[in-house]
């Protein structure tokens, strides 16, 4: 995914639209640690890190994928 789309995905998850988020899901999960790296340095220069982290945690637990809903615990903890 490139920058664009993963700022759009920001948009929609601090927007409170998450279940229109579903495809970042499974790139996160699929693409390891370098896309997240890149997606949470994306949430990080547009000050959404808590807007965008906690709704995509909700989408992750309720889709029972713990390996973002984890990244997602130990990012919002830094």
């Known amino acids: 995914m490139n920058n664009e789309i993963?700022?759009?995905h920001l948009l929609t998850l601090s927007l409170n639209s998450p279940i229109e988020s579903?495809?970042?899901l499974s790139y996160l999960t699929d693409?390891?640690?370098?896309?997240?790296?890149?997606?949470?340095s994306?949430?990080?220069?547009h000050h959404v890190v808590l807007r965008a982290l906690e709704p995509l945690r909700?989408?992750?637990?309720?889709s029972r994928n713990p390996v973002v809903e984890l990244w997602c615990d130990e990012a919002l903890k830094q």
């Open 6 to 8: 993963l700022i759009n």
């Open 22 to 24: 579903e495809g970042l």
């Open 31 to 40: 693409s390891g640690d370098e896309a997240r790296s890149t997606f949470l």
């Open 42 to 45: 994306l949430a990080n220069s």
């Open 58 to 62: 909700d989408l992750a637990c309720a």
